[in-house]
């Protein structure tokens, strides 16, 4: 069992940086792989980032790879999404997840989620 809060979107512009915090609840944080999803209007919530547990192990969509980055603060229970060269195609709400059981890119597979944040890249 854990809650997931994200915060951290706001409105940028084209090349800006963010970076998105998700605050989970309890002691139990370690044990969950965590994944970073998002949404546009009108599209289907997609993958963007995991990382394992322990965050030895990362993922990312071939859109985000070189430019986003997930990590991970155990002692923080806090994971982070930093985003650097935006684009507009990256405005969306972006949601954090997380998995007990499974390293992976599927919105099935995650059976906690935060409530999302908004992010705008504006040009």
């Known amino acids: 069992q854990v809650q997931l809060v994200e915060s951290g979107g706001g409105l940028v512009q084209v090349g800006d940086s963010l970076r998105l915090s998700c605050a989970a609840s309890?002691?139990?944080?370690?044990?969950?792989?965590m994944g970073w999803f998002r949404q546009a209007p009108g599209k289907e919530r997609e993958f963007v980032a995991w990382?394992?547990?322990?965050?030895?192990?990362?993922s990312y969509a071939d859109s985000v790879k070189g430019r986003f980055t997930i990590s991970r603060d155990n002692a923080k229970t806090t994971v982070y999404l930093q985003m650097n060269s935006l684009k507009p195609e990256d405005t969306a709400v972006y949601y954090c997840?997380?998995?007990?059981?499974?390293?992976?890119?599927?919105?099935?597979?995650?059976?906690?989620w935060g409530q999302g944040t908004q992010l705008t890249v504006s040009s």
């Open positions: 990382i394992s547990s322990g965050g030895s192990r990362t």
């Open positions: 997840a997380a998995s007990i059981y499974v390293l992976s890119t599927r919105r099935a597979d995650y059976g906690y």
């Open positions: 309890g002691h139990t944080f370690s044990n969950y792989h």
